[in-house]
């Protein structure tokens, strides 16, 4: 399965300007990093654990491969929004 992740994001990295803007991609990641615990979950630790940490890894290793291999994507607003 990570192997297929990787083939996945670097297609999507490849293939993100088609559809949308370096600056809404970078938003929406944010925005899924700092993802909410649902009312209806249960414990927090629970949530942190087995939810919210393993999306949030996810997010880091999407913005460091983009980083890494398109840079120029990166243009001096994006920096700093970053």
């Given at each position: 399965?990570?192997?297929?992740?990787?083939?996945?994001?670097?297609?999507?990295?490849?293939?993100?300007?088609?559809?949308?803007?370096?600056?809404?991609?970078?938003?929406?990641?944010?925005?899924?990093?700092?993802?909410?615990?649902p009312?209806?979950?249960?414990?927090?630790?629970?949530?942190?654990?087995?939810?919210?940490?393993?999306?949030?890894?996810?997010?880091?290793?999407?913005?460091?491969?983009?980083?890494?291999?398109?840079f120029?994507?990166?243009?001096?607003?994006?920096?700093?929004?970053?």
């Open positions: 399965p990570y192997s297929h992740d990787l083939e996945y994001m670097k297609t999507f990295l490849l293939t993100y300007p088609h559809f949308t803007t370096a600056r809404v991609l970078l938003t929406l990641l944010v925005r899924r990093y700092f993802v909410q615990q009312r209806e979950f249960g414990g927090t630790d629970e949530w942190h654990r087995h939810v919210q940490k393993p999306i949030q890894l996810r997010v880091v290793n999407i913005i460091k491969s983009w980083i890494e291999n398109y120029s994507d990166f243009d001096e607003a994006l920096i700093k929004c970053l």
